[in-house]
């Protein structure tokens, strides 16, 4: 398949909530960035590396058992973020990787923005199954 890397933009969902309801502080903005992250397809989640969890500030929710490359291990679950892709948005918890790691999107991101990825090409495309628009499966 190749290696398939993605623009994204992540977003502290707190932050965004304050400033929806007027308690964001006056002069503070919503903590974001924008990533260049590997899809891993055999990861669950978002995995964001120490550094920009802190830098976001989100707050650690939990330790879940995770498998790795190294076998099962404890990770550590942060609270949800935003993140947008190609103009596609959803919330979702995010694993900590360490640093030496880049951010990945794994397939429940994928699958809530209704990407797929198109091996040949090395990158993400909507959903063919879908016409390639954004859709939802309630079956």
């Known amino acids: ?12 969902i707190e932050d965004l909530y304050a400033l929806k309801k007027g308690t964001l502080p006056s002069g503070k903005n919503p903590r974001e960035m924008s990533i ?3 899809v891993d397809t055999a990861a669950t989640l978002i995995s964001l590396p120490t550094a920009m969890i802190l830098q976001l500030g989100l707050e650690k929710i939990g330790d ?14 942060y609270e949800a973020v935003r993140i947008t892709i190609e103009g596609r948005t959803c ?3 995010v694993m900590e990787v360490p640093d030496t790691v880049p951010p990945l999107v794994g397939y429940t991101v994928l699958e809530q ?14 959903n063919p199954a879908h016409g390639g628009e954004h859709m939802y499966d309630l079956l």
């Open 64 to 77: 879940k058992k995770v498998v790795t490359s190294a076998g099962i291990k404890n990770g550590s679950l």
């Open 113 to 126: 923005l209704d990407f797929v990825v198109d091996p040949k090409a090395q990158k993400l495309i909507g």
């Open 91 to 93: 919330a979702m918890d």
């Open 36 to 38: 260049q992250a590997l």
């Open 1 to 12: 398949m190749g290696r398939v890397m993605c623009e994204a933009l992540v977003q502290n």
